[in-house]
């Protein structure tokens, strides 16, 4: 079955650092690759989605590049500000049934 | 504005009894899922529908059940409480079309005893 996995630790970064956040994922590419962000106590909210022929997608001071070859999508918050903790969600969707499959999420502290 | 709603936000049950869990949302979106939430899995697909009468089985479908009666609304019952199904229950939903973005429900946090 397929798998993915983000990094499992918190991630800790001082406030106008560049966060990155990795999607690793097993067996065959999806079609789309979604990033979610979740707040404490809250449903995820969607942030990007990329295709599986982009490389990049930019929104603002957020970036995310996907790689097929590596089987990778990395996620990066440039210039980050305290009010980006939280914690983000990959997910990955392929075109047989439309399904989300999400990672278990990275969670991002951001200290002033 | 259109949202997606969940009731109630908290519930308290005993092993054995049916639950149920609302989800209400006003986008007039085709798709509606539920999700389970627990530390170590991430989010997990329970049940999905792709319209009125449309139910289908996630990843985790077991002893959980849905019935999609209206384009608003994808209830889901848990047929007989047990505690492994203590957890953080989300709906979603989303327009059509698998590229869709999907918008979540705040969430229920429901504990069996």
């Known amino acids: 079955s397929q798998k993915i996995e983000q990094n499992s630790e918190a991630l800790n970064i001082q406030e106008g650092k560049t966060a990155t956040l990795t999607c690793n994922y097993t067996?065959?590419?999806?079609?789309?690759l979604q990033w979610y962000r979740q707040d404490p106590g809250r449903g995820p909210v969607f942030l990007l989605l990329i295709r599986e022929n982009e490389k990049e997608k930019r929104k603002e001071r957020l970036k995310v590049t996907f790689d097929t070859t590596l089987k990778q999508s990395l996620f990066h918050i440039t210039a980050s500000q305290p009010a980006d903790s939280a914690t983000y969600l990959c997910a990955l969707l392929y075109n047989q049934g439309g399904k989300l499959i999400f990672g278990q999420g990275t969670e991002l502290s951001v200290k002033p | 504005d259109a949202e997606i709603t969940q009731s109630p936000r908290h519930k308290i049950t005993e092993t054995g009894r049916q639950v149920t869990l609302a989800c209400h949302q006003t986008w007039n979106h085709n798709n509606m899922f539920w999700y389970r939430q627990d530390l170590g899995h991430g989010l997990r697909l329970i049940h999905y529908s792709y319209g009125v009468q449309d139910t289908n089985k996630g990843e985790v479908s077991d002893g959980y059940s849905v019935s999609r009666s209206n384009t608003e609304d994808l209830p889901l019952t848990l047929e007989s409480a047990a505690s492994s199904q203590t957890s953080v229950y989300f709906c979603a939903s989303s327009r059509g079309g698998p590229q869709e973005t999907q918008y979540f429900g705040p969430g229920t946090r429901l504990l069996v005893l």
């Open positions: 067996n065959y590419s999806p079609a789309y």
